[in-house]
């Protein structure tokens, strides 16, 4: 099964931690910057106007699993795949490969919300939204 | 069941994001904080020779499961319990409370290694660091 | 000259980076992190509201000199002064002590402002906020 | 007066802080990434082996100043310059611009040491470096 969006990055120095490695909670940044660029491959953006009202997306869960470390100015290929997109959900899987070895795999499920001063307010998935996505599935397959 | 440990942490500024709370991968960091604290409060280091050997706890998987957002300068209660004490690895569950809410719980599997220049050699939890944790875990019944 | 507060703050792990020690853009969130503390201790938040209006305070200079590393569950003491209290800015400096050894100096400069969607407009500092820090600078001569 | 070096880099949302725009301290790392980039480009490495010893480069000052706000997804031109090259120590400057406007000016001095394990140790940039330094800043005249 192939991905929907593919792009490289970079380990960098303030990553790393004392153990010289790339420290476990920055998998989670990068999942993250994968998930946007994802996005604006599709013409859209994370944080989005919709009938007036900010639409945003807090994760509901997020795990990673670690196989080998990564390294300073090591090149990872970070590789993302839809896996369920829900009426007000949407669940997506994080490769990173390090010279072709699988060194961690993530997951996040985030809901879709209209964001107010105080709250955050489950929406189903705006449909101009859900098309795009739907597409990159649909390519990827 | 009660808890091993407790802290309490406020939320930083640096730690919040555009939406205007606490982003999902620094909960990975604070997850950190508290079982470094836990080992402090137990006489241990995170990082700690042993036999002449550097040992370090690199993660075999992380996750967090996100119930309500915390914001800006909110005190959060951080409540962690160990949930399994292997042969190599320790897992660990940590409750964020605010306001007696559940606002978020994590968990993290861990696995003692000695570090070397170039890798991480996966070895049994020393006695001396083993007996502490088990000790912990009996106090918390 | 004495300070006009003090904390204490242990180095984390994650603050770490390869070479072994805090990694230096770490210095300014713990500056921020302290001056947060300062406003809190005078029972103000730095994002407030006034008149209405959300005042923040972005920083106009940032500055930092290190003069010896720290290092992981290193304890830190944390000492701010208010160097200038302008009319629309203010000016404070951080020293960071470890066993009594200057380690580094941060200094910062922010600017009042009225925060809107798109942009952030200087405002002299209003007159409770301005009491406040003027009273703390009285008590740290 | 020519850079000599130039890269592109979009603001991320991990980046951002509850005001809307980057926080202060993120400028930091961005200009160490602009700073490693560079090393890369002349085909060095900011840690490395000279002599069986390891090298590494303290921060000696950083500074930042900061001239207007930068957003989520905006993209920046980050521009390097040397501006003094000493016997010890390296200062390079680093403005950041956005459309065309310059939006902030990082400034770090760092110092060329062998690093141990307790200690860094100051000594002259190795040849090799120096000269593939000043080559850079023959170019950019």
Same mark, same amino acid.
């Given at each position: 099964?192939?991905?929907?969006?593919?792009?490289?990055? =970079?380990?960098?120095?303030?990553?790393?931690?004392? %153990? #010289?490695?790339?420290?476990?909670?920055?998998?989670?940044? *990068?999942?993250? /910057?994968?998930? &946007?660029?994802?996005? +604006?491959?599709?013409? *859209?953006?994370?944080?989005? *106007?919709?009938?007036?009202?900010?639409?945003?997306?807090? =994760? %509901?869960?997020?795990?990673?699993?670690?196989? %080998?470390?990564?390294?300073? /100015?090591?090149?990872?290929? !970070?590789?993302? =795949?839809?896996?369920? !997109?829900?009426? @007000?959900? !949407? $669940?997506? /899987?994080?490769?990173?490969? &390090?010279?072709? $070895? *699988?060194? %961690? +795999? #993530? @997951?996040?499920?985030?809901?879709?919300?209209?964001? $107010?001063? $105080?709250?955050? /307010?489950?929406?189903?998935?705006?449909?101009?939204? +859900?098309?795009?996505?739907?597409?990159?599935?649909?390519? #990827? @397959?």
């Amino acid at each position: 099964m192939p991905y929907e969006f593919e792009m490289t990055r =970079r380990v960098q120095f303030a990553e790393t931690d004392m %153990a #010289g490695v790339m420290h476990f909670a920055n998998y989670f940044r *990068l999942i993250e /910057e994968v998930e &946007h660029a994802f996005y +604006r491959a599709m013409g *859209l953006s994370i944080m989005m *106007l919709e009938g007036g009202a900010e639409i945003g997306w807090p =994760r %509901a869960s997020a795990s990673c699993e670690y196989f %080998a470390p990564v390294r300073f /100015e090591q090149e990872m290929r !970070l590789c993302l =795949r839809v896996l369920e !997109l829900g009426n @007000k959900s !949407l $669940t997506y /899987e994080l490769d990173f490969f &390090h010279d072709e $070895t *699988l060194v %961690a +795999r #993530g @997951k996040i499920t985030k809901v879709c919300c209209r964001i $107010t001063e $105080t709250a955050f /307010e489950s929406i189903p998935i705006p449909d101009g939204i +859900r098309a795009r996505i739907r597409e990159a599935m649909d390519k #990827g @397959k």
